[in-house]
């Protein structure tokens, strides 16, 4: 069992937004709070913050408008990932996997992010 | 979208032979006539469109064509229930395009409504409000005709309906050649037998020859020999866009319903001469706008747009979210020796059942069909003014990563003899007549448009034969 970690976000990113708790309630963010903690069911700290800023790279907050940090996409991706989803459950990609497969990586996105981080090596 | 079958989809077989040749056949096909005729159906496809309130133009009323409703399609009794559906801006476009390039655009059948309507069963509904929330939802206003606002408000008024909600019935259980119940297990986990006198399998393609694989109902098919039986003939619609266009000017495709649009049958079934034709019969090209959805339809572009991520990127998918559209094609798919479902060796369902497996791939057939289609679906839209247009990759191999609709087809051919099929053409079971199976399950090969009129016909034209016939004499009805 590893320590709970948590995800410091500044209010002012997600001021004004709802954002759902792990009991998936909803929880409304004041705009007045200086930072708020949002618990990581998937990512340690360090690893939310390095996928956060890549989702900002992809979605840029900019004159066009808000971004992935606004949108808090790094919640819904640690979430989808501590999922059955994230584990592919639902794909029936029980080993063995066919050799001959291994350049058409099976799986969702979210398989290979997945394995990635917690086995080390893309499937 | 609610289309009949053309008539041609019927006598397949018969009628490609005669007209091409053996030879033209392909070499590992299992393709089969239909158990009925468009003129056996015709009287259902009546009923099932008056129930829902089918709203369309007809083009072909008692043998006389109508210019501006499908001139292909097979003499109709009578008119669609309700008018077309009012029609987007992008649909629009398609039907002039269309029409200048010498094609037959029709309004796409609906099973939304575009006016209110009361059926034969005094149920009224009404009209769709275009909100663009349709073909994955269900119809917050009951525009859309779905069996919980068609069906069930009219079961629920009678003494001898019950219906059980989350149960999965597990076994047909068959005793000397008669079906005497179903097993099933409930949400609690508890199991029962319910006895039965008549069951009526309807529990979709897959299921319904899964529950039969299950139950040991019939032979399963064996690849090796090629002979029709239960799990044979598993066929997956052709459907996918042959070209996304782009434009200069704003769509509105945020509005529409599932079916707002126009489709051409001009290259349908056998409308085409396929005599210098790579492949045997074809499918339907339709432009509709049944909503744009923020989260799926966004960053789609254009190849002049390089960036894939970025400021760049995200500006330019903005301007061209609404400014993006594509044709939508469907065709019919040949049965395949190859092609085939049964019962998966590894993986399990949470009772411990065996999963059901599809062995499926694409042919030739579809291949050549696919790669016919893109040109025409190209050429029109450059004449519907698209001022990017991509085409279709091909369609290479089959892959079920990617969504191509939900009509699956086959696995319980409904044929003219015991040999040669699983189900009568009354979708009765040849070898278990108190058991009849209802859906596309019974289709022996995929049409190009979609099934569910075809499925509804089928289970309207069973039902008459139940109520006419036997009820008054239990037995085998052919």
Not at chain 1, 85 to 104: E, I, K, S, W
Not at chain 2, 230 to 240: A, E, F, I, M, R
Not at chain 2, 342 to 353: C, E, I, N, S
Not at chain 2, 421 to 444: E, M, R, T
Request: with cysteine; proline share 8%; aromatic share 12%.
């Amino acid at each position: 069992m590893r320590r709970r970690q948590f995800l410091t976000l500044s209010a002012k990113a997600v001021g004004g937004v709802l954002v759902y708790s792990l009991t998936r309630e909803p929880l409304l963010i004041p705009s007045r709070a200086q930072s708020i903690k949002v618990p990581l069911r998937f990512f340690q700290e360090a690893e939310a913050l390095d996928v956060a800023a890549a989702a900002a790279r992809i979605m840029p907050t900019d004159e066009t408008g808000p971004g992935a940090s606004e949108a808090g996409v790094i919640i819904y991706i640690d979430r989808q990932l501590a999922s059955a989803y994230g584990r592919d459950r639902y794909r029936y990609t029980q080993a063995p996997l066919p050799h001959t497969q291994r350049p058409r990586a099976p799986g969702s996105p979210a398989f290979q992010l997945f394995s990635r981080y917690r086995c080390g090596r893309q499937w | 979208m609610s289309y009949r079958f053309l008539p041609d989809v019927f006598p397949l077989l018969t009628q490609t032979r005669e007209k091409y040749g053996e030879s033209r056949l392909p070499k590992n096909h299992m393709i089969r006539d239909w158990a009925v005729s468009y003129d056996d159906l015709e009287p259902y496809y009546d009923h099932a469109e008056k129930m829902m309130g089918i709203s369309g133009k007809a083009g072909n009323l008692r043998g006389r064509l109508i210019e501006g409703g499908n001139i292909f399609e097979g003499p109709r009794q009578n008119e669609y229930p309700t008018q077309p559906a009012k029609q987007p801006y992008i649909a629009t476009k398609f039907r002039d395009a269309a029409t200048s390039l010498g094609y037959h655009p029709y309004p796409i059948p609906a099973a939304t409504l575009s006016v209110p309507y009361t059926n034969p069963d005094c149920i009224s509904r009404n009209s769709c409000a275009y909100c663009g929330f349709c073909e994955r939802f269900g119809c917050m206003i009951g525009a859309k005709a779905q069996p919980s606002n068609t069906l069930l408000p009219v079961l629920r008024g009678k003494k001898n309906f019950e219906l059980r909600p989350s149960c999965w019935v597990r076994r047909i259980v068959v005793k000397d050649g008669r079906a005497t119940g179903v097993e099933y297990t409930n949400e609690k986990g508890e199991e029962f037998l319910q006895p039965a006198d008549l069951v009526l399998l309807s529990t979709f393609t897959m299921n319904n020859v899964r529950l039969l694989l299950l139950s040991k109902i019939g032979e399963p098919y064996d690849p090796r020999n090629g002979r029709i039986a239960l799990g044979s003939n598993l066929t997956h619609q052709v459907s996918h866009a042959p070209a996304t266009m782009f434009f200069e000017e704003p769509l509105n495709r945020f509005m529409g319903s599932g079916a707002a649009g126009f489709t051409i049958s001009d290259f349908d079934g056998d409308v085409l001469d396929h005599s210098n034709l790579p492949f045997l019969r074809g499918g339907i090209l339709r432009v509709f706008s049944s909503g744009m959805r923020p989260i799926a339809s966004f960053g789609v572009l254009p190849p002049s747009v390089k960036p894939t991520w970025g400021s760049e990127w995200k500006k330019a998918s903005t301007y061209y979210f609404d400014r993006t559209a594509t044709f939508s094609f469907s065709g019919e798919h040949l049965a395949y020796r190859e092609n085939f479902m049964d019962l998966d060796p590894t993986y399990k369902d949470k009772f411990g059942d065996p999963l059901l497996r599809f062995t499926l791939d694409w042919q030739e057939n579809e291949r050549k069909m696919a790669d016919f289609f893109t040109p025409k679906a190209v050429d029109i839209a450059h004449a519907m003014g698209a001022k990017e247009v991509v085409p279709f990759a091909g369609l290479r191999r089959y892959d079920t990563r990617r969504y191509q609709t939900t009509h699956i087809q086959g696995g319980t051919v409904a044929g003219r003899t015991p040999e040669d099929s699983v189900l009568n053409s009354y979708s009765q079971h040849w070898q278990v007549p108190n058991l009849f199976v209802l859906g596309a399950s019974a289709f022996p090969q995929s049409p190009g448009p979609n099934p569910t009129p075809t499925v509804l016909a089928m289970a309207y034209r069973t039902a008459d034969a139940l109520i006419e016939r036997y009820l008054k004499q239990p037995g085998t009805l052919v």
